[in-house]
Nanobody, 127 residues
Framework: QVQLVESGGGLVQAGGSLRLSCTASGLTFRLYAMGWFRQAPGKEREFVASISGTGGTIYYADSVKDRFTISRDNAKITAYLQMNSLKFEDTAVYYC????????????????????WGQGTQVTVSS
């Protein structure tokens, strides 16, 4: 059974930092692209960042570029999202997701292409 477990969320002041982690089980981690998405109250889920199985291809949403960094450690079966210079509008539930790929250099920004999802972790940024 595949499980993705997020951790690291919390309450932080604007301008602060948080690092989210997503630990996987039940899958061959390196075969999966990993993505981070978020959903704020009353809004649709939106793409944040994604990384290919090899870690060589990375995409960011424009809203987080230069502030957030996605990474992965295949040996630790964990993906990370380092979030710096947090803004009030970053407040949301953050979800990690895994997408099976056959080209380990590819990843996706489309939530519909992801096969497995975590339960989410709340990030609240106070202004």
């Amino acid at each position: 059974q595949v499980q993705l477990v997020e951790s690291g969320g919390g309450l932080v002041q604007a301008g602060g930092s948080l690092r989210l982690s997503c630990t996987a089980s039940g899958l061959t981690f390196r075969l999966y692209a990993m993505g981070w998405f978020r959903q704020a109250p009353g809004k649709e889920r939106e793409f944040v960042a994604s990384i290919s199985g090899t870690g060589g291809t990375i995409y960011y949403a424009d809203s987080v570029k230069d502030r957030f960094t996605i990474s992965r450690d295949n040996a630790k079966i964990t993906a990370y999202l380092q979030m710096n210079s947090l803004k009030f509008e970053d407040t949301a539930v953050y979800y990690c997701a895994a997408k099976r790929t056959f080209d380990y250099s590819r990843t996706s920004t489309d939530a519909r292409e992801y096969d497995y999802w975590g339960q989410g972790t709340q990030v609240t940024v106070s202004s």
